[in-house]
């Protein structure tokens, strides 16, 4: 508790994770969770701990050749030859030492290199399974600051704890027990400054937690700040908000050196005087154990071999700050980890889809994204073959019931039918082989046009491809690339119009010819003559489907067999296109101001 509230914190505005968290970290049970990361792999973790715990108990072998040598060399009948043997055994121990963690730091290497490619698979895969609600309000950059850097140096950690572990922890306490066993006055007498050096350290290390948070915090939204001045530079530039992006970043960046620094005050006078104890014992030794010695209660031989064993303790330690300072990092990085883990999944349902046909029905549904409403009691029953158009104003949650029946999330009240069945009893899957939709905002991945196309069926071939393109009347612009289908559409496929991009995706939905079609707002970026051509399409991939268009267009929808009016969540209207107009209602009036819109266009000509 005595960092919280800290002095000096910069500004306070790190994010909101504050609070109760003053707890010290504890850094056993992080090492174990690190160990827990990699236990798919525990046969060759087994095999670096082996040969780790080998090479520390042989990192001794100098030193206690030293310490032999020594207490042998002084006495009356010094034996040469033992002597000789304990010096060649010492250098041996120092190979075999070297080779044993090299193995083991190869080994964990191998271990932690397969398992952050796990945690990145598994988060990748989760991102799959979390409702959309969840990655739309997270900032892209977050993520992947999680995904790529975050999960980077939790495998550095990760590779390097077995072997370190292995020499900060087992041969202190090897060496320990050697220096008891010879003679424990002299052994305590180099063990306390050293105890005292190591509390301070963890002392330090308690208070630099809160800065550590909020600098991985800060770290985040650097990522997200770069992201997105890179991704949103046009609408920064269009509204002369390049000077005001900046200086928000620069904010930013002076936060990231001002925890830095406060951070620097805070560990160099406690990390230094740390170091001036936790290398004091050779000093004490000498200075108090000559005394002991010259007053006859102590040995010279044990002298000697003691300050020779004492120099190897000093290099251990060393380890042990390192390794500590790690875990400490790997504590933060877990957490942050977890916090994506923990996002619950969807449920994902068994049954394999024996779905008696493709009509789709919404009983008495309802949907929040948190606290507000976004769709109430909606319920229609959409026979297989027809075609159902949702219309409404901006917001109105129509976009919303296209994504629910593909449980991008799901319901919180009521149920969604497809053939009967209850889409979440559905394996997700299987239910997407049922599903082909034409997004609002159409994402076009970075690989060529016919990889993108392919997204409606993988492994189809190339005259398929073109087939749909055709189809969606896609091939022409297509075919004017300079690479044709070859052609890199780069990251999100910036380089093409509205429509275009469209109708790459009406050519996907194409290509995957699935029962049930879902259209949201496919003419809304189009121009007149790229309207028609849409229009086209859609009406060529509607053939023969289930249907459900959501249209501003309002012409585009003139012969479905049922329109449904919504508004701010709720069906207003409902009935056919002369029926709607016939009531005098919301959608007349919608109509009627479209009409003249379309009047005063084609007048415009
Ligand atoms: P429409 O497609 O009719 O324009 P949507 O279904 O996209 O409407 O959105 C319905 C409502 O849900 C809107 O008020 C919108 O602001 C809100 N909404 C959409 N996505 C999210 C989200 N990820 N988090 C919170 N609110 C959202
Ligand atoms: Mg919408």
Redesign the pocket.
Same mark, same amino acid.
């Given at each position: 508790s005595d960092t919280a509230g800290g002095a000096g914190h910069p500004d306070g505005q790190t994010g909101g994770r504050k609070g109760g968290q003053a707890d010290g970290v504890q850094l056993l049970p992080v090492a174990l969770r690190l160990l827990a990361l990699m236990r798919r792999r525990r046969g060759l973790l087994w095999l670096s701990v082996l040969c780790g715990t080998l090479a520390a108990i042989l990192s001794l072998s100098p030193y206690l050749a030293i310490a032999y040598v020594l207490v042998n060399a002084v006495s009356a009948s010094a034996d040469w030859s033992a002597i000789l043997l304990a010096g060649l055994a010492g250098m041996a121990g120092v190979l075999a030492e070297k080779l044993l963690f090299g193995l083991s730091t190869y080994l964990s290497h191998r271990v932690a290199f397969a398992t952050q490619r796990d945690l990145r698979y598994e988060l990748a895969g989760k991102l799959a399974r979390v409702p959309?609600?969840f990655t739309?309000?997270r900032s892209k950059g977050e993520i992947r600051n999680t995904m790529v850097d975050e999960i980077e140096v939790l495998e550095d950690g990760m590779a390097h704890l077995v072997p370190e572990v292995s020499a900060a922890v087992i041969a202190p306490l090897i060496t320990l027990a050697v220096m008891l066993l010879i003679d424990w006055q002299l052994a305590v007498l180099m063990i306390l400054p050293m105890a005292v050096g190591m509390w301070m350290m963890g002392r330090m290390m308690k208070d630099a937690e809160e800065p550590t948070r909020d600098y991985l915090e800060i770290q985040s939204r650097m990522a997200t700040t770069s992201a997105e001045m890179a991704d949103g530079i046009a609408t920064v530039r269009a509204f002369n908000q390049d000077e005001q992006a900046s200086h928000r970043a620069g904010r930013i960046f002076a936060q990231m050196r001002d925890l830095s620094n406060e951070w620097l005050e805070r560990a160099i006078i406690p990390g230094t005087a740390a170091q001036v104890l936790l290398t004091s014992h050779l000093m004490l030794l000498g200075s108090a154990g000559l005394i002991m010695t010259a007053a006859g209660w102590v040995d010279l031989g044990v002298f000697a071999a003691f300050l020779a064993v004492a120099y190897g303790f000093g290099d251990l330690f060393a380890a042990i700050q390192g390794i500590s300072h790690r875990l400490f990092r790997q504590h933060e990085l877990l957490e942050r980890l977890d916090m994506l883990r923990d996002v619950p999944e969807l449920s994902r349902g068994t049954k394999a889809p024996a779905l008696a046909d493709a009509s789709i029905t919404f009983e008495e549904v309802g949907f929040a994204? *948190?606290a507000?409403e976004?769709l109430s009691s909606v319920s229609f029953h959409l026979p297989e073959g027809r075609c159902l158009a949702l219309v409404?104003?901006? *917001?109105?949650?129509?976009?919303?019931?296209a994504?629910l029946i593909g449980r991008f999330q799901d319901a919180d009240k009521g149920t969604i039918r497809i053939g009967g069945q209850d889409v979440r009893e559905l394996d997700p899957e299987e239910l997407h082989r049922h599903l082909a939709y034409v997004f609002?905002d159409v994402f076009l991945f970075d690989g060529t046009v016919a990889d993108n196309i392919r997204l409606g069926r993988a492994g189809a071939s190339m005259e398929e491809v073109e087939a749909a393109a055709r189809a969606a009347r896609a091939h022409e612009f297509i075919e004017s690339l300079p690479e044709g289908y070859e052609t890199r559409l780069g990251e999100r496929g910036l380089g093409l119009s509205g429509g275009e991009r469209q109708r790459i995706s009406i050519a996907r939905a194409i290509l995957k010819d699935a029962p049930v079609l879902l259209l949201?707002e496919a003419t809304a970026f189009a121009d007149p003559e790229n309207e028609a051509l849409i229009q086209d399409a859609v009406a060529g991939l509607a053939r023969g489907r289930t249907v459900i268009v959501?249209a501003h267009r309002l012409h585009t929808i003139a012969n479905v067999d049922e329109i449904l009016v919504?508004d701010e969540?709720r069906i207003v209207e409902r009935g056919s296109h002369a029926d709607l107009v016939a009531a005098g209602g919301l959608f007349a009036s919608m109509w009627d101001a479209y009409e003249s819109v379309r009047s005063f266009r084609h007048a415009a000509g």
């Open positions: 959309l609600g739309d309000s994204y *948190g507000r976004v409404g104003p901006s *917001g109105s949650g129509k976009t919303t019931v994504r609002q949201d959501i919504l969540g």
